[in-house]
Protein backbone atom coordinates (compact mmCIF):
# COMPACT_ATOMS: atom_id res chain seq x y z
CA UNK A 1 0.00 0.00 0.00
CA UNK A 2 1.26 3.25 -1.19
CA UNK A 3 2.10 6.10 1.88
CA UNK A 4 0.09 9.21 1.71
CA UNK A 5 1.65 11.66 -0.77
CA UNK A 6 3.77 14.39 0.46
CA UNK A 7 3.90 17.68 -1.62
CA UNK A 8 5.58 20.32 -0.41
CA UNK A 9 6.58 23.81 -2.19
CA UNK A 10 7.10 27.24 -0.90
CA UNK A 11 3.54 28.90 0.57
CA UNK A 12 1.50 25.77 0.74
CA UNK A 13 -1.13 25.95 2.92
CA UNK A 14 -2.11 22.33 4.80
CA UNK A 15 -4.58 20.97 7.50
CA UNK A 16 -2.36 18.60 9.41
CA UNK A 17 -3.70 16.46 12.23
CA UNK A 18 -1.80 13.64 13.97
CA UNK A 19 -3.32 10.72 16.63
CA UNK A 20 -2.04 8.92 19.87
CA UNK A 21 -1.01 5.94 19.24
CA UNK A 22 -3.64 3.33 19.68
CA UNK A 23 -6.01 6.71 20.38
CA UNK A 24 -4.32 6.73 23.33
CA UNK A 25 -4.53 10.51 24.81
CA UNK A 26 -1.54 12.48 24.18
CA UNK A 27 -2.11 15.06 26.35
CA UNK A 28 -2.56 14.46 29.89
CA UNK A 29 -1.90 17.68 31.54
CA UNK A 30 -2.17 21.06 31.58
CA UNK A 31 1.75 21.70 31.55
CA UNK A 32 1.51 18.72 28.65
CA UNK A 33 -0.75 21.27 26.16
CA UNK A 34 1.19 24.21 27.01
CA UNK A 35 4.40 22.31 26.08
CA UNK A 36 2.80 21.44 22.56
CA UNK A 37 2.05 25.29 22.20
CA UNK A 38 5.77 25.88 22.56
CA UNK A 39 7.06 23.93 20.15
CA UNK A 40 4.61 25.42 17.40
CA UNK A 41 5.95 28.34 18.49
CA UNK A 42 9.81 27.06 18.10
CA UNK A 43 8.01 26.50 14.69
CA UNK A 44 7.79 29.26 13.67
CA UNK A 45 10.77 31.20 15.07
CA UNK A 46 13.31 28.25 13.60
CA UNK A 47 11.69 27.06 10.37
CA UNK A 48 9.58 29.76 9.37
CA UNK A 49 6.17 27.79 9.87
CA UNK A 50 2.87 29.84 9.86
CA UNK A 51 0.44 28.83 11.68
CA UNK A 52 -3.11 30.33 11.55
CA UNK A 53 -5.48 28.10 13.37
CA UNK A 54 -4.76 25.01 15.93
CA UNK A 55 -6.79 22.99 18.05
CA UNK A 56 -5.86 20.08 20.99
CA UNK A 57 -8.39 17.96 21.79
CA UNK A 58 -6.95 14.82 24.33
CA UNK A 59 -6.15 12.10 21.86
CA UNK A 60 -5.41 14.24 18.74
CA UNK A 61 -4.61 18.00 17.28
CA UNK A 62 -5.50 20.03 14.01
CA UNK A 63 -3.46 22.51 12.48
CA UNK A 64 -4.32 25.02 9.75
CA UNK A 65 0.00 25.63 8.55
CA UNK A 66 1.59 27.74 5.67
CA UNK A 67 5.08 26.79 4.62
CA UNK A 68 6.85 29.75 3.41
CA UNK A 69 10.05 27.62 3.06
CA UNK A 70 8.31 24.80 1.80
CA UNK A 71 9.47 22.50 4.46
CA UNK A 72 6.56 21.02 5.92
CA UNK A 73 8.61 17.71 6.91
CA UNK A 74 10.84 19.22 8.74
CA UNK A 75 8.45 21.48 10.88
CA UNK A 76 6.53 18.38 11.56
CA UNK A 77 9.26 16.38 12.40
CA UNK A 78 10.24 19.28 15.02
CA UNK A 79 6.69 19.54 16.51
CA UNK A 80 6.03 15.78 16.98
CA UNK A 81 9.29 14.48 17.36
CA UNK A 82 10.00 17.30 20.39
CA UNK A 83 7.08 16.58 21.57
CA UNK A 84 7.12 13.09 21.93
CA UNK A 85 10.70 13.53 23.50
CA UNK A 86 9.23 15.03 26.00
CA UNK A 87 6.10 13.59 26.67
CA UNK A 88 8.32 10.39 26.97
CA UNK A 89 10.96 11.85 29.49
CA UNK A 90 8.14 13.26 31.30
CA UNK A 91 6.59 9.86 32.45
CA UNK A 92 10.10 7.46 31.90
CA UNK A 93 8.50 6.07 28.78
CA UNK A 94 9.87 4.85 25.18
CA UNK A 95 7.93 4.29 21.96
CA UNK A 96 6.15 5.60 19.24
CA UNK A 97 3.45 8.53 20.94
CA UNK A 98 1.60 9.23 17.96
CA UNK A 99 0.18 6.70 15.79
CA UNK A 100 2.10 6.32 12.27
CA UNK A 101 3.49 9.55 10.35
CA UNK A 102 0.82 12.89 11.05
CA UNK A 103 -1.59 12.93 7.87
CA UNK A 104 -1.34 16.13 5.75
CA UNK A 105 -4.06 17.80 3.48
CA UNK A 106 -2.95 20.30 0.88
CA UNK A 107 -5.59 22.96 0.68
CA UNK A 108 -6.43 25.61 -1.95
CA UNK A 109 -6.38 28.59 0.92
CA UNK A 110 -8.81 30.60 -1.55
CA UNK A 111 -11.23 28.64 -1.24
CA UNK A 112 -11.26 26.23 1.57
CA UNK A 113 -9.51 28.66 4.71
CA UNK A 114 -13.10 29.79 6.03
CA UNK A 115 -14.44 27.03 5.85
CA UNK A 116 -11.57 24.72 7.28
CA UNK A 117 -10.95 27.17 10.15
CA UNK A 118 -14.78 26.63 11.12
CA UNK A 119 -14.47 23.14 11.01
CA UNK A 120 -11.07 22.89 13.11
CA UNK A 121 -12.57 25.14 16.02
CA UNK A 122 -15.66 23.43 15.82
CA UNK A 123 -14.10 20.33 17.35
CA UNK A 124 -14.62 20.71 21.18
CA UNK A 125 -18.38 21.28 20.38
CA UNK A 126 -18.80 17.94 17.95
CA UNK A 127 -17.10 16.74 21.14
CA UNK A 128 -19.35 18.33 23.51
CA UNK A 129 -16.58 19.36 25.56
CA UNK A 130 -17.82 23.42 25.06
CA UNK A 131 -21.29 24.60 24.07
CA UNK A 132 -19.27 27.81 22.60
CA UNK A 133 -15.95 26.92 21.01
CA UNK A 134 -14.87 30.58 21.67
CA UNK A 135 -14.41 29.15 25.37
CA UNK A 136 -12.23 26.43 24.67
CA UNK A 137 -8.99 26.63 26.46
CA UNK A 138 -7.08 24.97 23.86
CA UNK A 139 -7.83 26.03 20.17
CA UNK A 140 -7.32 29.04 18.57
CA UNK A 141 -11.04 30.09 18.19
CA UNK A 142 -11.00 32.37 20.71
CA UNK A 143 -8.63 34.90 19.28
CA UNK A 144 -10.44 35.20 16.16
CA UNK A 145 -14.04 35.99 18.45
CA UNK A 146 -12.92 38.04 20.95
CA UNK A 147 -10.21 40.68 21.28
CA UNK A 148 -8.31 38.74 23.64
CA UNK A 149 -4.31 39.32 22.85
CA UNK A 150 -3.13 36.41 20.31
CA UNK A 151 0.88 35.15 20.70
CA UNK A 152 2.65 36.53 18.19
CA UNK A 153 3.13 33.07 16.38
CA UNK A 154 -0.63 32.86 15.81
CA UNK A 155 -1.15 34.15 12.30
CA UNK A 156 -4.99 35.52 12.15
CA UNK A 157 -4.82 38.11 9.76
CA UNK A 158 -4.73 35.79 6.38
CA UNK A 159 -8.44 34.64 7.35
CA UNK A 160 -9.94 37.49 9.54
CA UNK A 161 -9.23 39.64 6.18
CA UNK A 162 -11.92 37.46 3.91
CA UNK A 163 -14.15 39.02 6.76
CA UNK A 164 -13.60 42.47 6.39
CA UNK A 165 -10.67 45.08 6.53
CA UNK A 166 -11.64 46.66 10.00
CA UNK A 167 -9.89 44.22 12.66
CA UNK A 168 -13.20 44.80 14.64
CA UNK A 169 -16.05 44.11 12.05
CA UNK A 170 -13.75 40.70 10.86
CA UNK A 171 -14.04 39.59 14.33
CA UNK A 172 -17.43 39.89 15.00
CA UNK A 173 -18.26 38.62 11.66
CA UNK A 174 -16.07 35.64 12.11
CA UNK A 175 -17.69 34.93 15.42
CA UNK A 176 -21.07 35.29 13.44
CA UNK A 177 -19.58 32.64 10.44
CA UNK A 178 -18.33 30.19 13.11
CA UNK A 179 -21.71 30.08 15.44
CA UNK A 180 -23.77 29.64 12.44
CA UNK A 181 -21.73 26.36 11.80
CA UNK A 182 -23.26 25.28 15.65
CA UNK A 183 -27.26 26.03 14.52
CA UNK A 184 -26.65 24.35 11.40
CA UNK A 185 -24.03 21.09 11.52
CA UNK A 186 -21.48 21.53 9.44
CA UNK A 187 -20.22 18.75 7.25
CA UNK A 188 -16.36 18.06 7.45
CA UNK A 189 -14.56 20.31 4.15
CA UNK A 190 -12.22 17.49 3.82
CA UNK A 191 -15.32 15.23 2.44
CA UNK A 192 -14.96 16.93 -0.49
CA UNK A 193 -11.65 16.03 -1.15
CA UNK A 194 -11.32 15.16 -5.32
CA UNK A 195 -7.95 13.12 -3.90
CA UNK A 196 -6.67 11.56 -0.79
CA UNK A 197 -4.20 14.31 -0.39
CA UNK A 198 -5.45 17.67 -2.15
CA UNK A 199 -8.29 19.88 -0.95
CA UNK A 200 -9.30 21.94 -3.56
CA UNK A 201 -10.75 21.78 -7.40
CA UNK A 202 -9.65 19.57 -10.29
CA UNK A 203 -8.15 22.47 -11.72
CA UNK A 204 -6.50 23.08 -8.44
CA UNK A 205 -5.41 19.54 -8.78
CA UNK A 206 -3.73 19.85 -12.09
CA UNK A 207 -2.35 22.97 -11.29
CA UNK A 208 -0.23 21.16 -8.06
CA UNK A 209 0.54 18.24 -10.74
CA UNK A 210 1.87 20.58 -13.65
CA UNK A 211 4.30 22.88 -11.56
CA UNK A 212 5.13 21.29 -8.49
CA UNK A 213 5.21 17.93 -9.47
CA UNK A 214 5.98 18.30 -13.25
CA UNK A 215 10.33 16.86 -12.88
CA UNK A 216 9.60 14.80 -10.18
CA UNK A 217 10.80 11.49 -10.73
CA UNK A 218 9.70 7.79 -10.15
CA UNK A 219 8.25 7.84 -6.46
CA UNK A 220 6.03 4.95 -4.65
CA UNK A 221 3.90 7.39 -3.12
CA UNK A 222 2.78 8.97 -6.45
CA UNK A 223 0.16 6.60 -7.27
CA UNK A 224 -1.72 8.09 -4.52
CA UNK A 225 -2.05 10.95 -6.18
CA UNK A 226 -2.99 9.60 -9.79
CA UNK A 227 -6.04 7.70 -8.01
CA UNK A 228 -8.05 10.36 -9.73
CA UNK A 229 -11.72 10.52 -9.69
CA UNK A 230 -13.21 10.26 -12.59
CA UNK A 231 -14.85 13.27 -14.11
CA UNK A 232 -17.95 14.28 -14.30
CA UNK A 233 -19.54 15.08 -17.68
CA UNK A 234 -20.72 18.42 -18.12
CA UNK A 235 -24.12 18.07 -19.61
CA UNK A 236 -24.75 15.86 -16.40
CA UNK A 237 -23.69 18.26 -14.39
CA UNK A 238 -25.98 20.58 -16.21
CA UNK A 239 -28.79 18.52 -16.43
CA UNK A 240 -28.87 17.90 -12.28
CA UNK A 241 -28.72 21.77 -12.09
CA UNK A 242 -31.66 22.43 -14.23
CA UNK A 243 -33.74 20.12 -12.87
CA UNK A 244 -33.12 20.87 -9.08
CA UNK A 245 -32.28 24.78 -9.38
CA UNK A 246 -35.89 26.55 -10.62
CA UNK A 247 -36.64 30.22 -11.04
CA UNK A 248 -33.19 31.74 -11.35
CA UNK A 249 -30.95 31.77 -14.06
CA UNK A 250 -28.15 33.64 -12.99
CA UNK A 251 -27.86 31.53 -10.15
CA UNK A 252 -28.18 28.42 -12.24
CA UNK A 253 -26.03 29.76 -14.10
CA UNK A 254 -23.09 30.55 -11.10
CA UNK A 255 -24.24 26.85 -9.99
CA UNK A 256 -23.17 25.05 -13.48
CA UNK A 257 -20.07 26.69 -13.43
CA UNK A 258 -19.23 25.86 -9.72
CA UNK A 259 -19.30 22.16 -10.37
CA UNK A 260 -17.60 22.47 -14.10
CA UNK A 261 -14.84 24.46 -12.32
CA UNK A 262 -14.52 21.50 -9.51
CA UNK A 263 -15.42 18.24 -10.69
CA UNK A 264 -15.27 17.93 -14.87
CA UNK A 265 -11.26 17.95 -15.32
CA UNK A 266 -11.44 20.61 -18.48
CA UNK A 267 -9.45 23.25 -18.68
CA UNK A 268 -10.99 26.84 -17.39
CA UNK A 269 -10.55 27.60 -21.05
CA UNK A 270 -12.62 25.03 -22.28
CA UNK A 271 -15.77 25.84 -19.90
CA UNK A 272 -15.08 29.53 -20.16
CA UNK A 273 -15.44 28.63 -24.22
CA UNK A 274 -18.48 27.08 -23.69
CA UNK A 275 -20.43 29.61 -21.00
CA UNK A 276 -18.82 32.53 -23.14
CA UNK A 277 -17.20 33.53 -19.94
CA UNK A 278 -13.44 34.64 -19.14
CA UNK A 279 -11.30 32.19 -16.78
CA UNK A 280 -11.40 34.49 -13.71
CA UNK A 281 -14.99 35.25 -13.92
CA UNK A 282 -15.13 31.28 -13.84
CA UNK A 283 -13.28 31.46 -10.27
CA UNK A 284 -15.06 34.12 -9.15
CA UNK A 285 -18.52 32.71 -9.86
CA UNK A 286 -17.16 29.80 -8.12
CA UNK A 287 -15.95 31.26 -4.91
CA UNK A 288 -19.72 33.06 -4.77
CA UNK A 289 -21.14 29.52 -5.54
CA UNK A 290 -19.22 28.27 -2.40
CA UNK A 291 -19.45 31.62 -0.26
CA UNK A 292 -23.28 31.67 -0.11
CA UNK A 293 -23.00 27.77 0.87
CA UNK A 294 -21.10 28.35 3.37
CA UNK A 295 -23.22 31.08 4.84
CA UNK A 296 -26.72 29.47 3.84
CA UNK A 297 -28.00 26.72 5.21
CA UNK A 298 -30.94 26.33 2.62
CA UNK A 299 -28.21 26.65 -0.48
CA UNK A 300 -25.85 24.25 1.16
CA UNK A 301 -28.62 21.44 0.89
CA UNK A 302 -29.36 22.30 -2.66
CA UNK A 303 -25.56 21.44 -3.49
CA UNK A 304 -25.73 19.03 -1.44
CA UNK A 305 -28.23 17.33 -3.44
CA UNK A 306 -26.42 18.26 -6.61
CA UNK A 307 -23.51 16.39 -5.37
CA UNK A 308 -26.31 12.95 -4.65
CA UNK A 309 -27.62 13.15 -7.81
CA UNK A 310 -24.17 13.78 -10.09
CA UNK A 311 -22.64 11.43 -8.24
CA UNK A 312 -19.54 13.24 -6.48
Same mark, same amino acid.
Given at each position: MARPLRIEYPRAFYHVTSRGNERKSIFRSYRDREKFLEYLESATERYGAVIHVYCLMDN??????ETPLGNLSKIMQHINGAYT???NTKRNRAGHLMQGRYKSILVDADEYAKEL %?????????? /??????? %????? %? %?????????? /??????????LSYFGKKHSDAIKKYKEFVEAGIVEVQESPLEERLHSVILGSQAFVDKVKSVHLKYRGPDRELPDLNERSRPIDMRKIEEAVDQIV????????????YFCHRYTGLKLKEIGKRYGITESGITQASRRVRMKS?????????????????KV
Open positions: HYHLFIMYF %SRYIHLNPVR /ACIEKDP %SDYEW %S %SCGYYTTKKK /APEWLKREFILGDEKLTRQIKLENNPKFRRIIKKIRKVV
